[in-house]
């Protein structure tokens, strides 16, 4: 079947963590005017599409991913008047805007659940789920994504109220049409004023297995997402009833976020015949080096098998759907120092990502800092860590004896923080971030790696992106064209070839600190773009890409 070409899909997206990229205001916290001033800059990337990160009002709990009014911008960023001129300000450079959307579950503090909790006979009891019971028994044994039960009592009602991350966020009742109702009213909002389209947030969770059954002691925690929380019995056909609704009234771009959706589940949330996502972003490679106890018990990745992933999803997206292509985000750790080598191939192994990003089918994101290298960070002490998950995790380490010393570690590793540090635009105290105190420390880095820098130098990784973004613009093939590796079995190698009838291309990728032998021995290729000045005919170069085409 012949793919049907789109913008969405020769776009790249560019992901703000507004909070963390640009303050005006002086009180250390980005706003949206932070996000205008920066338009430009965005723009001479090459990108078409802006996912910003949750900017509505809310009490922060998980940093926007608590919405306590869905039609409000919170003060912090400059309220709906800046947004709207960030809309126009986009719009004008032809960049289109993708929204958060939040609806797996609210704020607490969301209007609808301060009445909710009130009585069992308010007409917005029924938008969240509850469970009679005692304050001493808990209705089940499921644990919430950021540790401790998923029920939390509510004594006016004498009923538990399930929430699947903090005890803040409660999960809204999909099985209610009113509830439906409301939320494509809010996509209607908002895409009437013009955005472009949605990010949405955990939508592989909306719909709940009713039954609540206990989960078996022996299952992961990567199993009960999928096999329990995600992928629920009526999530199709929401996400059906939600773009017959209102989605198909737009000419609108979706990429649900989908933890719990592997291979088995995944084409069927993006097929063009199913009519509910245009894409979805799964989560089995930036799984892959959580251990036996989890995301902070990481173990080494496991090369052979994030190459597979890549081929996989390709293969099972390769007739009717489309993949997304990113490597990290808010929630993740910064990808230079998770897959390549941030000390001494900084500058090759970041450009090494770079290339993979943009050689791969599927529409690239990329994250906010990720195109000047910026790295992890690695605080001495628990104290300098914000994020609600991480503090949440050292607390329930700590409960259960773990050595403190191993588990910070693993919070170096980990940590969402290590991705949530203020932009770096230049060596200035607050990297040029904020003239106030950040909300967040910055990385002590910012001397050397920051914007203003990487500008200056021509062999920045900045410019690299930019070569990178334009390459694969100039090169429908690698956006549409079929994915082949040829070498699934190499230890360090990543060799695929990317062809339909406008053209053949040959990527390879050196991902060590080593020197590895590739004679590039197909004929009738000519090389074309690489992160190396000098490339070797016998061999790739520690963190080495190369990209030839056939002539
Ligand atoms: C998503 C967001 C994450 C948030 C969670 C709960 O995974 O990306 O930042 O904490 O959902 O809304």
Redesign the pocket.
Known sequence: MKMNNNWWKEGVVYQIYPRSFKDTTGNGLGDIDGIIEKLDYIKSLGVNMIWICPVYASPND?NG?DISDYRKISEDFGGNEAFDRLLKAMHARDLKLIMDL?VN?SSDEHHWFEQAKQSKDNPYHDYYIWKEGTPTTIPNNWQSVFNGSVWEWNAPTKEYYLHY?TKK?PDLNWENPSVRKEVYAIIDFWLAKGVDGFRM??ISLISKRIAFENVPQSMSFIDVMEKVYANGPRVHEYLKEMNREVLSKYDAVTVG?G?GVNLEHGPRYVSTKEKELNMVFHFDHLTIDFGPEGKYDPVPVDFLRFKEIFSQWDQALAEDGWNSIFLGN??FSRIVSRFGNDRKYHNASAKLLATLLMSLRGTPYVYQGDEIGMTNVAHPSIDLYDDV?TRNAWKAAEAAGKDMNQFLKAVHWQSRDNARTPMQWDASMQAGFSTGKPWIPVNENHEQINVAAAENDPNSILHYYRKMIAYRKANPSLVYGHFEDLLPQHPYLFVYKRWDDKGTFLVGHNFRDENTNWEQKELGYKMDIGNYATPSSQFLSPWESRIYRLV
Do not use: I, L, S
């Open positions: 998980d991913y939040v579950h991350y966020q947030d955990v976020e933890p808010h929630d998950e």
